[in-house]
Nanobody
Framework: QVQLVESGGGLVQPGGSLRLSCAAS????????IGWFRQAPGKEREGVSC????????KYADSVKGRFTISRDNAKNTVYLQMNSLKPEDTAVYYC?????????????????WGQGTQVTVSS
């Protein structure tokens, strides 16, 4: 069964850090580009960061540049999103998604598999 599972979300104070993980089962992640998206209540889903299958190309939304870092460990079949200097506006459900054709873009329709999401709440 093909599955993506996110973990690492939680409640953190402004300025704090979290590391999200996206683990795959049923397929090899190193064949796919991976994207992280987020959706806050009442807002549309937006792209946060994405990485090519090799890890050689990355992309970040302007709102997270310099604060978030995407990486992958293909040996562990896992992609990570390190989030530093978190702000209340980063509060959202975070999803990872896999693109078979290797799209390193923020267009959700280019992604074939999605995880169930993990909640990140930034609040004092």
């Amino acid at each position: 069964q093909v599955q993506l599972v996110e973990s690492g979300g939680g409640l953190v104070q402004p300025g704090g850090s979290l590391r999200l993980s996206c683990a795959a089962s049923g397929f090899r992640l190193d064949d796919y580009a991976i994207g992280w998206f987020r959706q806050a209540p009442g807002k549309e889903r937006e792209g946060v960061s994405c990485i090519s299958s090799s890890g050689g190309t990355t992309k970040y939304a302007d709102s997270v540049k310099g604060r978030f870092t995407i990486s992958r460990d293909n040996a562990k079949n896992t992609v990570y999103l390190q989030m530093n200097s978190l702000k209340p506006e980063d509060t959202a459900v975070y999803y990872c998604a896999a693109s078979y054709f290797g799209w390193v873009v923020f267009e959700p329709t280019k992604y074939d598999y999605w995880g169930q999401g993990t909640q990140v709440t930034v609040s004092s």
